[in-house]
């Protein structure tokens, strides 16, 4: 085996490098298993020193601030916990924090594309995003010279800047949600020239994120007891659980796997849902909420290594949180750490204040993930650019006509 292989949750099987999916058509996710079982950190700025745990074999200079992580004081003050870490992805150079588009999808990015490139076949890289995604991938994709297509519904086009020069880059708006984006994507990726890049089953993504938790086990000294996350698809608490699972069998961080905490707004809450065991029902489009960043229709809860074995596996549990629990968890945040969050981060804020009432983790170590903020601190030092659409569009085929054309 080279630096890893890839293998099929479900069944073990070998799989091709670029692989999606299983081969034998069970549907499972794939994961990536390391040559390397120690944890062994690489002279590279960023999440790249974390190389030998990332699907790819080189880097992107330029690209791939980490999150860092920090004791809390103030808001461990507030809620009476002895030992509340804060992994903050975004932007906050006075505590070393420099993530250029603000979230931690710009963990992500960088191993996408750079996996991307690695593939040489030319083809461009497609991207449905509610807005984070879609940024921190125009991002990286301008500094590596990467052609991309990104397709974001229309009301979310107002989060498309970046903050470096802007590349080869067509932008797509939808007349419609995520999940329209998503269908209109699709399709694009079956073109000629064109691939979709997976979203929560590319293990460049996952492995991305998981740098969240090495970097929390390195500053914590240990693996957290909790981690408190906001999720969408869910694929942060996935790689959350892949990467403690790697630092147990490191044997350096503990044993036990961390307990995930994970956060959905109400009333679009279909993880939430699912875990709870209550039917879903229709969710109301029409309801406001908090943060939409986190709605995702068809999360991978149920498939072997998805989000529903992450919970089962370490005992986890998932919150309905309400508009009113996440304004006031936001404003709670932000006056105690002194840094604006996302609507999207303020919804784990309002877990952990829930898990709080109960007592019972006030002593434990608790990783808090604060997966997007500082873009008002970013405005004071950096004048981000926006992204102009190239086309709004209201089927899939007005997208592939515009791309064909
Ligand atoms: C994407 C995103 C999330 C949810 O991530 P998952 O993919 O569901 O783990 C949470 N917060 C912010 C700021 C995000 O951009
Ligand atoms: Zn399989």
């Known amino acids: 085996m080279g ?30 298993y390391y040559a390397q079982k120690k944890l062994c950190l690489q002279d590279l700025p960023g999440i790249w020193k974390f ?28 809620l009476g916990l002895k030992n509340l870490f804060i992994s903050f992805s975004g932007y906050w150079p006075e505590r070393g924090a420099r993530m250029s588009t603000c979230s931690f999808k710009d963990l992500e990015a960088p191993p996408t594309v750079q996996r991307s490139l690695e593939r040489h076949d030319g083809r461009t ?18 500094i590596a010279g990467l052609p991309v297509v990104l397709v974001v519904p229309e009301v979310a086009l107002h989060r498309l800047w970046i903050t470096s020069r802007i590349g080869k880059i067509r932008l797509i708006g939808v007349r419609g949600d995520y999940t329209d984006a998503i269908q209109i994507a699709d399709k694009i990726s079956a073109l000629d020239g064109f691939v979709g890049e997976g979203g929560a089953r590319n293990i460049a993504r996952r492995d991305g994120m998981g740098t969240v938790m090495l970097e929390a086990a390195l500053t914590i000294g240990h693996l957290p007891d909790h981690y408190f996350q906001a999720v969408g698809s869910g694929t942060g608490g996935i790689a959350a659980w892949e990467a403690a699972m790697r630092l147990i069998v490191d044997g350096r961080f503990g044993s036990k796997l961390p307990v995930l905490h994970l956060a959905q707004n109400l009333p679009n809450a279909p993880i939430y849902a699912a875990w709870s065991g209550c039917d879903p029902g229709k969710s109301c489009k029409s309801q406001e909420m908090f943060d939409d960043v986190l709605f995702n229709r068809r999360p991978p809860y149920a ?5 529903c074995d992450a919970l089962l596996d370490c005992g986890g549990e998932v919150y309905g949180v309400t508009n009113e629990e996440a304004a006031s968890a936001k404003a709670l945040f932000e006056s105690a750490e002194e840094i604006d969050i996302f609507n999207a981060a ?12 109960s007592g019972k983790i006030s002593l434990d170590h608790i990783l808090l993930n604060i997966t997007g903020g500082g873009l008002s601190r970013l405005r004071e030092d950096l004048a981000p ?21």
Do not use: M
């Open 125 to 142: 890289l497609v991207i449905a995003s509610a807005g984070n995604t879609a940024r921190a991938f125009a991002q990286v994709a301008s």
């Open 3 to 32: 630096k890893h292989e890839v293998r099929c949750v479900g069944c073990g099987s070998a799989q091709q490098p670029y692989a999606l999916s299983c081969n034998k058509g069970d549907g499972s996710l794939l994961r990536a």
């Open 303 to 307: 498939v072997k290594g998805g989000v």
């Open 51 to 78: 190389l030998d745990w990332l699907p790819v074999q080189g880097t992107i200079p330029g690209t791939g601030d980490g999150s860092i992580t920090y004791r809390s004081s103030a808001l461990a003050r507030e």
């Open 385 to 405: 650019t926006s992204l102009k659409c190239d086309i709004l569009v209201s089927s899939p085929d007005e997208a592939t006509k515009f791309l064909e054309g």
């Open 346 to 357: 303020a919804v784990a804020v309002a877990a952990l204040i829930r898990a709080c009432d």
